[in-house]
Structure formats: structure tokens, C-alpha cells
């Protein structure tokens, strides 16, 4: 495997389920993101990890739940979401952080919350 | 505030020039990005310029920055059925971690 990798890349889900989303970069980056894009929306950065520690939640709701175990993989834990949280999640990496944006991104994992 | 503005969609026939246009708010941008997202995948960084030039070429990919309007294009020469994607504008802002994106404009190339 190389680049950036999410799984799973399709996940549908009830509003009182939990899931987790998991994404492994193999490029030896020290800083990790999860972005959420929706249909005619920017894109919106919601947690950066840089060396496994937090460094960045822009108000997120505490229904999304992020961990970083080391600095090659990133997990999403999700619990009793909503409907409008359907969306893709991406994951990001960079060599550091403020890294001049050469931010490499998965595919994504396209959720649907029922 | 922070706001990256572009349209939508454009169309352009196989073997013209594609421009893809994008207007930014904030003046202390340190870089501006092109990516493109292909259907079902993430996005990929084309290239990017440092606001404090003017334009950057590469292969067919040319990027012109206008500061003083705060404008950047993406000028795709000889566009070709394999540019078809959604074409994201971004700005980073100095000591900020956050890239701001634009919507995305979608590239359709008609034959």
C-alpha cells in the first residue's frame, strides 16, 4: 500500500450506532487531518494531528471522536450521529505541520447516517 | 473573513484550453493550491504558487495570481477526457494549519 488509505470506503449507518473510521498513511508523515466535504459545501477541517497529539479542533461536535495512536494511522469514532452528518471524510497527511499545504488525501469514506 | 470563491461548473471541448477562475478574501495567504478530485477519489494536489509571485507553469498546468485582486486562475492547456474532475482552489494562511477551500468547479469536457 502506498499514499493515504481509508477504510472503509463506504459506510451507512442508524443514529444510534458506533462506528469508526480508520485511515493509515504510509508516506512517514508527522501530521495527520480529517476533513468533511458535503454536496456544495468547502471542505472542512475538523481535527490535525501533528506528531499524535491534537493540535486543532475547529468546534466539532463531540459525537466525532478522534484518535491518533501513532503518527501513521487516524481513527474516527462516531456515536449517535445525525442525518446531516452524511458526508464524505477524508483523511490528510503532511510531512509537518503549516508544511506549505502538501497535504496528500485519501479517497475518502462516503457516510450515510440513516 | 476567510472565503475562496469559484463557480461551479464549466465545459470545455476536447483540445481547448480550459480556465478555471477563483477569487480569495484573506491578504495574508502564504499559498494558494490547485487540487483535483477525480470521481470516487481523494483530492490531489496539482500545484501551488507562494503569493508573492506571479504566475508558475508546468507542463500544461499554468497558474497566474493576481494579488492585488486576489484572484488565481488555472489555465489547462489541450484539455483532454482524463481532466474531467471537480478542480478545488485553497489558500493557506500564514501560522494557520488550516488550508481554506473553495467549493470545487466541475470540469466537463465535451467531445
Known amino acids: 500500500e502506498t499514499g493515504v488509505t481509508q477504510t472503509p470506503r463506504h459506510l451507512v449507518m442508524g443514529m444510534t450506532n458506533k462506528k469508526s473510521l480508520k485511515c493509515e498513511q504510509h508516506l512517514g508523515h508527522n501530521a495527520m487531518y480529517w476533513y468533511k466535504q458535503s454536496a456544495k459545501k468547502p471542505l472542512e477541517l475538523m481535527f490535525v494531528y501533528s506528531l499524535e497529539e491534537r493540535v486543532e479542533n475547529n468546534s466539532v461536535p463531540s459525537r466525532f471522536s478522534p484518535e491518533c495512536p501513532n503518527s501513521s494511522h487516524l481513527f474516527l469514532h462516531l456515536h449517535t450521529l445525525q442525518p446531516e452528518d452524511s458526508a464524505l471524510y477524508l483523511c490528510a497527511s503532511s510531512q509537518e505541520r503549516l508544511s506549505r499545504g502538501e497535504q496528500f488525501f485519501g479517497p475518502g469514506t462516503r457516510l450515510t447516517v440513516l | 473573513g476567510e472565503d475562496v470563491e469559484q463557480s461551479l461548473f464549466l465545459s470545455v471541448r476536447e483540445g481547448d484550453s480550459s480556465v478555471i477562475n477563483c477569487t480569495y478574501t484573506d491578504s495574508s495567504s502564504t499559498y494558494l493550491y490547485w487540487y483535483k478530485q477525480e470521481p470516487g477519489a481523494g483530492l490531489q494536489l496539482l500545484t501551488y504558487?507562494?503569493?508573492?509571485?506571479d504566475m508558475k507553469q508546468d507542463q500544461r498546468l499554468t497558474v497566474l495570481l493576481n494579488k492585488k485582486d486576489k484572484h488565481l486562475s488555472l489555465r489547462i492547456a489541450d484539455t483532454q477526457t482524463g481532466d474531467s474532475a471537480i478542480y478545488f482552489c485553497?489558500?493557506?494562511?500564514?501560522?494557520?494549519?488550516?488550508?481554506?477551500f473553495g467549493k470545487g468547479t466541475r470540469l466537463h469536457i465535451l467531445p
Open positions: 485553497a489558500e493557506s494562511i500564514l501560522g494557520d494549519d488550516k488550508i481554506i
Open positions: 504558487i507562494f503569493s508573492n509571485m
